[in-house]
């Protein structure tokens, strides 16, 4: 096998060496053409020598290996059924999903032993007897799903079903449902033979015709009175979790495990700190990085000689290395050992140390396709990566760089664009060439400004695969041939590929312009808009697949819930201001608002079925009234002030779970009794929810969950 792996990698390599070293032929009729045919025919001659000498040199090893299998009565097997498997492979549990990822594999975990050993008594406490859900997130590839994988394959046989599934990029509940039932609907046991493998298609084939309901109730009466373990890895986003999670029975002593590399979505999966545990992972030491470094360099060559494999470590051939992650210092990065040209992955996120020469190497990675730049010391991108032809993701948040290069225009791969710098209010220019040849494969473009510049790109309507724009600086006069390009562009965009959009509008009047659009997107699933406009556009009321919806917090009024509160799929609703927005102008603007609105902010019964979250971060928040049967599916209530004024019907929230208050600097004697006071009252509430209190004055936070003394 390690034969035919080494000459799969060469083949990749050949394949890559012909797209890097041949560039396409010259076609056409002509004189200049012929000319132009015979030069490129003497120039590319020596590559085109050494390609065929290297397929000439594969076809021979192939063929080498071929024989050597014959020769030695090697027979390829078809690998038996192991328990929950079927011989058409089409149903697998957790164990063979996860071994099935791994090329290397060492013994036994490294690093992670004290985490296990810690949520192993987790698992196996007796204290909460309904369903538990454990929360592990971390960066990716820190051992979320290795922990998790422990403690399945450990604990797996003490339950009465189990289930593993790999949450996918884009979230599909109903191929989700069908995963988890085709698993836990497996036999107990491996016995049965080909009676058991003919059920186990036939169940398999029904599975697949299921419709959603059907699979909702298929999966609750199975689990009925059963004890399950399910391991969801790799979750993307609360909304998936929320819906997952609405799906499971909460059977007594079952257990439920979340992997996401997002703090925020762990924090959503726990709902009662007694049962329910939340588990942070930390890197690997330095000790521990090396020791799983040359444990697997011994797996991979086959030896348990630990001395061989530091040996084989120093001398290792690096010419295979497709993706290469550095952490720390840009002094580390192997570049003098790597083949440049076929490298694809490289992500320096959060690499300091820049120097001319690592943008020299970086630059020569012709087949490169995936850079990440962010939070490096980076400051421009030099012309040069133009050369980079097959380049998909260009990666350079939370840096200093303020303008693309021309020669970005000449790759036309490109899908994904990430700019600007929040916290140093750093935006991102795109060249005047963009307007000229627009970027017809983009699909994000991020962190980007818009100023009444005459270089300045505001005309997109040849951007048409673009399906998310972020505008973190719009400075354009109204009026201008510039304002109306733009106002075009969103409105031909939001008819057809645009999905998410984000404006941060300073002065321009823009916002207020975009409720004049003759033909209002339909299609946003995420709308983000900053500004100090005091107008919602009136269309968002009739965004039927808005999911995602921030709005300045200049437009917290009631009549601005009142729009909002139809939108069927609308899972968090956010009030809040751009970083560089100065707190007197909002106060002003706060002010009047609360005065238009008879001194108070009042949610109406009725409305928001899919709210999940709201967040209200303002300087000022005036006197918040929730009516009877409010916002009837809300989970979870954030506030960020300065000066709150009061919180009336909170206990008509019937759902809510978590309110989190945060106390700005300047909050004063009377904001913060009122906090105290909602504190203890929210311990009288029949939903018990749990309070987490932020003060940012130096005293940090505290967390109080009623049902327990403090």
Wanted: aromatic share 6%; hydrophobic share 35%; glycine share 8%.
């Amino acid at each position: 096998m390690k034969q035919v792996r080494d000459i799969a990698y060469d083949m990749e390599d050949c394949v890559d060496d012909f797209a890097h070293r041949l560039r396409h032929d010259p076609r056409g009729d002509g004189c200049l053409v012929e000319v132009y045919r015979a030069l490129y025919e003497i120039y590319t001659c020596r590559p085109r020598c050494d390609i065929a000498a290297k397929l000439a040199e594969l076809k021979n090893r192939a063929q080498q290996v071929g024989e050597r299998r014959l020769r030695y009565g090697v027979v390829l097997n078809p690998i038996p059924p192991q328990r929950g498997e079927t011989r058409n492979g089409d149903q697998t549990t957790g164990e063979n999903q996860v071994a099935g990822r791994r090329l290397i594999t060492v013994k036994e975990p490294i690093g992670v032993a004290r985490a296990i050993e810690k949520l192993e008594a987790w698992m196996k406490s007796q204290s909460h007897k309904n369903r538990g859900v454990l929360a592990i997130h971390g960066f990716g590839g820190g051992g979320k799903s290795t922990i998790a994988a422990a403690l399945y394959r450990k604990h797996g046989q003490n339950f009465d079903c189990r289930a593993w599934v790999t949450m996918p990029q884009k979230f599909d509940d109903r191929a989700v449902l069908r995963s988890i039932l085709s698993q836990v609907m497996l036999p107990a046991t491996a016995s049965g033979g080909g009676d058991r493998r003919r059920r186990g298609g036939s169940r398999h084939a029904k599975i697949e015709t299921m419709s959603q309901e059907q699979l909702i109730k298929g999966l609750k009466n199975h689990l009925q009175n059963k004890s399950y373990i399910l391991v969801v890895d790799d979750v993307r986003s609360a909304e998936a979790w929320q819906t997952i999670r609405q799906y499971l029975p909460d059977e007594e002593g079952s257990r439920v495990v979340v992997t996401t590399r997002f703090e925020a979505v762990a924090g959503e999966c726990i709902l009662d700190r007694q049962k329910d545990m939340l588990h942070h992972v930390d890197r690997l030491s330095d000790d521990d990085a090396k020791r799983l470094f040359q444990e697997s360099v011994s797996e991979s060559i086959h030896s348990s000689d630990v001395k061989h494999a530091k040996e084989t470590m120093d001398r290792m051939n690096l010419s295979h290395v497709r993706s290469v992650t550095v952490f720390g210092s840009l002094n580390q990065l192997p570049f003098m050992s790597l083949k440049l040209g076929i490298v694809q992955v490289l992500d320096l996120e959060g690499c300091k140390g820049f120097k001319k020469q690592h943008v020299k190497d970086i630059f020569k990675m012709l087949l490169l396709k995936y850079l990440n730049l962010r939070g490096t010391d980076i400051n421009s991108i030099p012309s040069k990566i133009g050369k980079l032809r097959y380049l998909e993701t260009l990666d350079i948040r939370d840096t200093n760089v303020q303008k693309l290069p021309d020669a970005i225009v000449q790759l036309e791969r490109l899908t994904s664009i990430l700019g600007g710098n929040t916290m140093a209010q750093v935006t991102l220019k795109l060249p005047a060439e963009a307007t000229k040849k627009p970027l017809r494969t983009l699909h994000i473009l991020s962190g980007i400004e818009i100023t009444g510049e005459p270089t300045s790109v505001n005309d997109f309507h040849g951007y048409t695969a673009l399906r998310k724009l972020g505008i973190h600086k719009l400075q354009i006069q109204e009026g201008t041939p510039g304002f109306k390009a733009l106002l075009s562009s969103i409105q031909y965009l939001g008819g057809s590929s645009l999905k998410n959009l984000l404006i941060n509008d300073e002065c321009s009047g823009f916002i207020d312009a975009l409720d004049s659009l003759t033909s209002p997107p339909r299609y946003f699933h995420s709308l983000q808009l900053y500004g100090m406009f005091i107008k919602v556009p009136r269309w968002i009321a009739h965004l039927t697949e808005l999911k995602n919806l921030t709005l300045s917090v200049t437009v917290l009024r009631t009549d601005t819930l009142e729009l909002l509160q139809k939108l069927p799929r609308m899972f968090c609703l956010i009030f809040s201001s751009w970083t560089s927005s100065k707190d007197l102008d909002l106060v002003d603007i706060l002010e009047k608002n609360k005065s238009d609105s008879e001194g108070q902010i009042l949610v109406k019964h009725g409305g928001f079925d899919c709210l999940k979250l709201l967040r209200l971060d303002a300087p000022l928040l005036p006197l918040l009234v929730f009516s009877e049967r409010a916002m009837g599916n809300l989970e979870r209530l954030d506030m960020k002030f300065n000066t709150l004024e009061g919180v009336f019907g909170m206990d008509n929230l019937a759902s809510l779970r978590e309110v989190h208050m945060t106390a700005g600097e300047k909050a004063g004697e009377i904001t913060k009794s009122i906090v105290r006071e909602l504190e203890a009252e929210a311990g009288k509430y029949a939903n018990t929810p749990r309070v987490v209190v932020y003060e940012l004055a130096g005293r940090g936070s505290r967390s109080h969950t009623p049902n327990d003394p403090e």
